[in-house]
C-alpha cells in the first residue's frame, strides 16, 4: 500500500483495526459480557486468520480503552477479560483533549449544558408521571414503582450532596460534593450511558470546577441553583428544572456560554 492509499479515507483499514471489528463481532456473537474471557492470542489469530502481533495490538487498543483487562502469564488466568471501565478512558480523553486545547472550554460546557438540561427534564417529567398516573396493570405498575425508587435514591443523593457542600471546608471539598449532586442528577434520568459520560465530564473538569470555586469565592448563588434545580425535579416541573440547570452553568463559567 502507498503513502497516499493509506491517506485516503477509503483505505484497506490496518490489520489490528481489522482485529478489533472482528472482536467486536465476537463479543456480540458469542453473548459475551463483563467478567468474560477472551481467548487467547493464539487462538484469536488463528480464529481470525490473523498475525498474533495484529491481535496483541488490538488488544492494547482496547485495554487503553477499559474495554478488557489483561492478565499476563499462562493458566487459567491468563489472557484479556472484559471490564467494565469506559468512564476512565473517556475521562483520559476529555482530559488530554482540554490540555492540548483541540477541544475548547465552551465545547464541554455547551456539552454538559445539553446533557443536564435533558437530564433534569427526564427526571421531573418521570416524576410528574408517576405521580399522577395510576397504576393500569400489575406488571406496568411493578416497572413504574421500580423506576420511580431508583428516582427517588437518585434525588436523596442530591439533597445529601447540597447539606455535604453546605458544610464543605475548602473548594475542592466543595467541588467533591458538586460532581456527586450533578452524577445524581444524570442518574436520575434513568440512562446509564448519560451518567457514564456526565462521569468522564465531570472528571475531565474537576481542576476547572475548583478553580471557578475559588473566582466565586461565595458559593451561596451556586447552592441557590442546586436547591432549585432539586426542587423542580421533585416537583416534576420539566421547564424550570431545565431553566435552573442553565442558569447554573452560566453562574459557574461565565463567558463559556452559547451566548459569549
Known amino acids: 500500500m502507498t503513502t497516499d492509499e493509506r491517506r485516503r479515507p477509503d483505505a484497506r483499514p490496518r490489520a489490528f483495526e481489522e482485529v478489533l471489528a472482528r472482536i467486536e463481532e465476537r463479543i456480540g456473537a458469542d453473548g459475551l459480557t463483563v467478567g468474560d474471557r477472551l481467548p487467547g492470542e493464539r487462538q484469536l489469530a488463528e480464529q481470525l486468520g490473523v498475525g498474533r502481533s495484529s491481535v496483541r495490538e488490538a488488544l492494547r487498543v482496547l485495554e487503553t480503552l477499559g474495554v478488557v483487562a489483561s492478565q499476563a502469564g ?100 466543595f467541588v467533591e460534593h458538586d460532581i456527586a449532586f450533578h452524577l445524581a442528577l444524570a442518574e436520575a434520568a434513568g440512562n446509564r450511558l448519560i451518567v457514564a459520560v456526565m462521569r468522564a465530564l465531570r472528571d475531565a473538569l474537576r481542576r476547572y470546577a475548583v478553580d471557578a470555586v475559588v473566582r466565586l469565592g461565595d458559593t451561596g448563588g451556586l447552592q441557590d441553583d442546586h436547591r432549585r434545580i432539586h426542587r423542580a425535579i421533585e416537583d416534576g416541573d420539566a421547564g424550570a428544572a431545565a431553566a435552573a440547570v442553565a442558569e447554573h452553568l452560566a453562574r459557574a463559567y461565565p463567558g463559556s456560554g452559547p451566548d459569549s
Open 74 to 173: 499462562r493458566g487459567p488466568d491468563a489472557g484479556a477479560v472484559l471490564t467494565s471501565r469506559p468512564g476512565n478512558a473517556l475521562t483520559d480523553l476529555l482530559r488530554l483533549h482540554l490540555g492540548l486545547a483541540t477541544l475548547s472550554m465552551r465545547e464541554v460546557i455547551d456539552t454538559r449544558l445539553m446533557i443536564e438540561q435533558w437530564a433534569a427534564a427526564r427526571a421531573a417529567a418521570a416524576n410528574a408521571a408517576a405521580n399522577a398516573a395510576a397504576p393500569a396493570r400489575m406488571a406496568e405498575a411493578e416497572t413504574a414503582e421500580a423506576r420511580t425508587a431508583e428516582a427517588e435514591t437518585a434525588t436523596a443523593r442530591m439533597a445529601e450532596a447540597i447539606a455535604a457542600m453546605d458544610a464543605a471546608r475548602d473548594p475542592a471539598e
